[in-house]
């Protein structure tokens, strides 16, 4: 366009090239921000169909668990996808979907309903310094924007912000140009939770009859958000399904129940290279959550609420000059106020004998009215908060998920047998406070031979893209896994049957770009990445080195178990005595001589706890869980009975017979019962003898 | 050949006798085991005394010239990681002889190993990993029960051979050692008075040689019959058989053995094994043990005194070097003037000759010039 205009100015005046600055004047006007992000969609996470349909479903979760939340609500969220071309042929990639989320906050007052869903850069997130999941206020209207460019369809908004009153039903569609939402239809209804969703699939109907989907009395207020959009639904890497089960892993105080369409787009193999086979089944393998007539459900892990956050003002280490003649400005303009005020009020870690002090060293005094503040002073000032000693700024704005509560969602959505948590102290970067988690799963079912699983959070909402540009990523990387006893190929995420989990919280994440998918790679945030990675690291380290230890001590029984056997049969043959009292007589010994690794199981008490008991009890200082039962070669195998041998009834005979009975009298299996040990040891074995098996031991003979 | 039962000793007699020595091998076996089940009866640990077979354990006597197996015993727990596996091995394998002798049968070590072997009930673990965990286990009830092998009714391949002016009695069967052919008589590994006897043998000495090729070349040039003797070689190492029968014959024909080996410290220890005894089997030694050995070469100033080509050196490696320090070091060496400056004289040479390197100076300049030339000089080292 651009081009052809120069092309037709250059016609008309051939000497002049281009043209002259009316012309130009002419055509520069302002660039809707609505406009801009209609041209560069991708920007926010809107590049392709799929990573549309799961943008679109991230942003209304975000949206809604931080409104739950700071309505002091514990979230349940419904997550409804609709395929609106359910006959399309198989062949066709993208289809068009509804996407409805509906929760159970605190609903929004009428006249912001425009505002939040329609403008985009509008929200309460953005100025302000306190944790939540949102931040610029683009994602809701960017979805609803992307919904009407593909579907031409209005998003519709279902909220009641009054359990008593009515809902107000609203479609809105975005008017790019003017960067405000036109409405379509403006209703009060009776009809929230949206009646017709509950019978939207099979599934939905016969969850909802058991009272358990969208059930009104779960919903007294809240919100319904309706986008129909040019999508693709598929599983996998980056699917709406790993975001749900991953948002459930980081957020163990809500529940989710995912109604999925019915059927999947066709696939497009070099779309998600990353989707391998192995990756798929770590996926699969990840999700505990039920799933009832297809309808997926993520059941509420805790029963609080995270701590509340608080609104923090900016330390002064982390700003800019621009920023700070822009705060002046400001205050000018609405406090009229001394400067000494003005750093203790707009800032926060600064004592009225820090701002006297400070106002003394750039030569102004406490009286002196912040709009006298001129540039030149303003960046004295400036230097000055470099050079001050000042405390960090208060964490009480951060807060992190726990170690518990990670525990608890790890044991929820991956299935291993070791369990590591650790949560670090808040640190800083640019001036914003911010806290490092990490959590790690060992073993049990995750497969072995392939890179670990990094599953990555920013305030609990999952990143699932730009792995390798995440500063999480890089953290990772550089920590020393084989240290704790993992395999790493040089400069990469280790191997082995491992998923790393890490949580960034801060009033401010820094994301690589807006889509909000890898976090920027600030030193102090990877350093502190590290540390807590390093922490879970050294716990499973020490997890398995005795895990190690006790199986060689296992080792050591099998050995000596496994030989009783042999000698109890050579001896017999050559002595003519009855081996089963002499079997009996070895394994007693063998018993005691090994019974340090049943000491070793129980001094582990502490650690070793049933799924059940770990959510319940508290003391996990530790952030460690180990599931004995998920614990393939240990406990079961130390404990596992050993070749329970029948002998054969053979009177003290005289040798000569007894090398024939060896050929002739072989034992059938079938008549293998395990031998009732009365060995003292068997005592202290009682405890896990359920875990016995005998059905496969074989027979000796 | 012509088989022909011996007259020298009644079969019934041996027979007898044999069952006699059977039974008393039967009855240590059978008392091994009876305090094993004793001890797992009574709780207390399963442990086998087994006389150690290292240097640590090994006695010079000086005034037999040979080596002797001390007094230490080395404990087998069944209930320590190290040895369980062993122990378990040990009582297998008595159980394996057990039967052999009740069967009146013998087997060779790979028979034996094989009779042994199968996977550990329950799991897929094998009793016995290869011949080579085998055979130890073997020499250690040999030791532990004070019973030779060939009372364990176990014998080892044939290594070796012989030719010369002797006729033997083998299990009955005469055989002329003068008509062997290229091939020899082949060394069994059991040769006990009551399989093979001695004969007939007009012959002045033995003369042992390394290994087969060196052998034939005396054999193909009538060495023995041009010199009056019985030619030997023990391929390498010489195995038990061929030791034992090189000292039956020093003892009971009264033949002085001369040895024609390598002039490097495999030979030398050759040599010493045959002299002395070896460590493994010390307690052996004054079966095998041949103290008048005598060692006629190829010494290490054969490569001036022969003039050989500068192509016949073959450089010392440094665990040549090391290995000759050792040997020198040995008691029987240590104060034996003549060794100590062949070993020197070899450390200095640098470099080792095989018997073979003679051959540069002519085809049969060893049988017809060298070893007759150094016996009538009597030029040897004892």
Known sequence: ?701 | MAAKKTTTTPASDLSGRLKERDARTTKKIIDLAEEMVRRALSGQDPIIQIPTRAKSNTLWNAKRGILEMGKATAARPLFDLKTAKQFMQTMLHSNTISDLIAAGKTSSLRGVFYKAKHTVAGTRENTFDGQDESDPILEDLEVALGALREELHVFAENRGSMVGNITIVDRGDEINCRKMGSGGYALPSIVEPDIIQFKKSEAKFILHVEKGTVWNRFNEDRFWEKNNCILTHGAGQPPRGCRRLLQRMTQELKLPLICVLDCDPWGHYIYSVIKQGSISLAFESSRLAIPEAKFLGIRAKDFHQCKLDDAVKIDLTDNDIKRAGEIAAYPWFEKHKGWQREIDQLLKNGFKMEVESLITKDISYVTDTYVPERLKARDWID
């Open chain 1, 1 to 701: 366009m651009e081009r052809h205009i120069d092309m037709t100015s250059a016609a008309k005046d051939v000497k002049r090239r281009g043209s002259n600055a009316e012309e130009m004047g002419a055509r520069q006007r302002d660039i809707s921000v609505s406009e801009f992000f209609a041209k560069n969609r991708h920007l926010l996470g809107f590049d392709n169909p799929r990573k549309a349909l799961l943008t679109t479903v991230k942003e209304a979760v975000d949206n809604s668990l931080d409104a739950c939340e700071e309505g002091g609500i514990l979230p349940e969220l419904a997550v409804v996808i609709e395929d609106l071309q359910p006959d399309r042929a198989a062949t066709v990639k993208s289809s068009r979907y509804r996407v409805t989320i509906v929760d159970n906050g605190p609903g929004i007052v009428r006249k912001q309903v425009e505002n939040i869903f329609g403008r985009l850069l509008y929200g309460s997130k953005f100025h302000r310094l306190k944790m939540s999941r949102g931040q610029q206020g683009i994602g809701i209207s960017a979805a609803g924007m992307y919904g009407l460019i593909t579907t031409g369809k209005p998003m519709t908004i279902v909220t009641r912000p009054k359990a008593t009153a009515l809902a107000h039903r609203i479609e809105l569609a975005m008017n790019t140009k003017t960067n405000r939402a036109e409405v379509i239809a403006d209703e009060e209804t009776q009809d929230f939770p949206p009646e017709r969703l509950r019978s939207v699939t099979l599934g939905a109907r016969a969850l909802a009859g058991e009272k358990g989907f969208l059930d009104a009395i779960e919903f007294p207020t809240g919100t319904s958000v309706s986008i129909e959009l040019e999508g693709r639904y598929q599983r996998g890497r980056g699917s709406v399904d790993e975001f749900l089960e991953l948002t459930a892993i980081a957020n163990p105080h809500a529940k989710f129940v995912f109604v999925p369409p019915s059927r999947e787009s066709a696939t497009e193999e070099d779309d998600m290279p990353l989707v391998t086979q192995g990756a798929a089944s770590a996926a699969s393998s990840a999700t505990t959550t039920t799933e009832t007539h297809g309808v997926l459900i993520f059941p509420r892990g805790v029963q609080e609420l995270p701590r509340e956050t608080q609104e923090i003002q900016p330390h002064p280490k982390g700003i800019e000059l621009g920023i700070l003649l822009q705060m002046l400005k400001e205050y000018e303009a609405t406090e009229k106020g001394s400067l000494y005020s003005f750093l203790q009020e707009r800032f926060c870690r600064i004592s009225p004998t820090t701002a006297a002090l400070m106002c003394k060293k750039i030569g102004v005094t406490t009286r002196t009215r912040a709009s006298d503040i001129d540039p030149t002073v303003a960046e004295k000032l400036f230097k000055e908060f470099e050079a001050t000693k000042l405390a960090p700024p208060p964490t009480d704005c951060l807060a992190p998920i726990g170690v518990r509560q990670m525990l608890a969602g790890m044991l929820k959505g991956v299935r291993a047998e070791f369990y590591a948590a650790s949560s670090r102290e808040a640190a800083v970067y640019r001036g914003r406070p911010f806290q490092i988690e990490a959590a790690i799963a060992f073993g049990g079912d995750l497969p072995c031979e392939e890179s670990a699983r990094v599953i990555r959070f920013a305030n609990r909402v999952p990143l699932l893209f730009q792995q390798s540009a995440c500063s999480s990523f890089k953290a990772i990387a550089e920590t020393a896994w084989k240290n704790y006893g993992l395999q790493q190929p040089r400069g990469n995420v280790p191997t082995g049957p491992l998923v790393v989990m890490i949580h960034m919280a801060s009033v401010w994440v820094p994301f690589t770009s807006e889509s909000k998918e890898a976090i920027a790679d600030y030193d102090e945030i990877r350093k502190e990445m590290k540390l807590a990675l390093m922490e879970c690291g050294r716990k499973l380290g020490t997890y398995l080195r005795k895990r190690l230890k006790m199986k060689r001590e296992s080792d050591r029984r099998d050995v000596f178990e496994r030989y009783i056997g042999e000698i109890a049969k050579a001896l017999h043959q050559i002595t003519g005595h009855n081996p089963k009292p002499i079997y009996d007589a070895l394994l007693v010994q063998a018993r005691a001589k090994t019974k340090v690794a049943d000491v070793e199981l129980d001094e582990d008490g502490r650690v070793l706890k049933s799924e059940a008991a770990s959510s319940e009890e508290d003391d996990d200082d530790d952030g460690v869980i180990i599931l004995q039962s998920a614990i393939p070669n240990l406990p079961t195998t130390t404990l596992r009975a050993i070749a329970p041998i029948e002998f054969d009834e053979v009177p003290a005979v005289t040798k000569t017979r007894a090398s024939k009975a060896k050929v002739s009298a072989p034992v059938a299996s079938a008549a293998l019962k395990p031998t009732a040990s009365k060995a003292p040891v068997a005592k202290s074995t009682t405890k896990k003898s359920a875990s016995r098996s005998v059905a496969d031991t074989p027979s000796l003979f």
